[in-house]
């Protein structure tokens, strides 16, 4: 059974930093990028940041040079390192898993096992 099991989200004041974790358990083999999206109150789901197997890394134009996404393949783990945060960051953090072809900067998913983990609320304050 895949799970994905997100923390580290909570409440902060603008210009701080938050750390979040996804903790993968269950994950297939097939499955070579792991990441977060997010969701604020009556707006669509977003991408933020994703990583491949191969440590490639894609990120939202908001995010970049503010937020940093890792893994630890050791601890079958990827954080999320948000730093400046703003209050337009403010949304509910999901984790992500799936199968994608990835090629130069074109990241194209084949959704097909769309691992999603509950999410974790992040709430800046200005």
């Known amino acids: 059974q895949a799970q994905l099991v997100e923390s580290g989200g909570g409440l902060v004041q603008a210009g701080g930093s938050l750390r979040l974790s996804c903790a993968a358990s269950g994950i297939t083999f097939n499955v070579n990028v792991i990441g977060w999206y997010r969701q604020a109150l009556g707006q669509q789901r977003e991408l933020v940041a994703l990583?491949?197997?191969?440590?490639?890394?894609k990120y939202a134009d908001s995010v970049k040079g503010r937020f940093t996404i890792s893994r630890d393949n050791a601890k079958n783990t990827v954080y999320l390192q948000m730093n400046d945060l703003k209050s337009e960051d403010t949304a509910v953090y999901y984790c992500y898993a799936d199968k994608f072809f990835i090629s130069a900067d074109n990241w194209y998913n084949f959704h097909e096992y769309d691992y999603w983990g509950q999410g974790t609320q992040v709430t800046v304050s200005s």
């Open positions: 990583i491949s197997n191969g440590r490639s890394t």
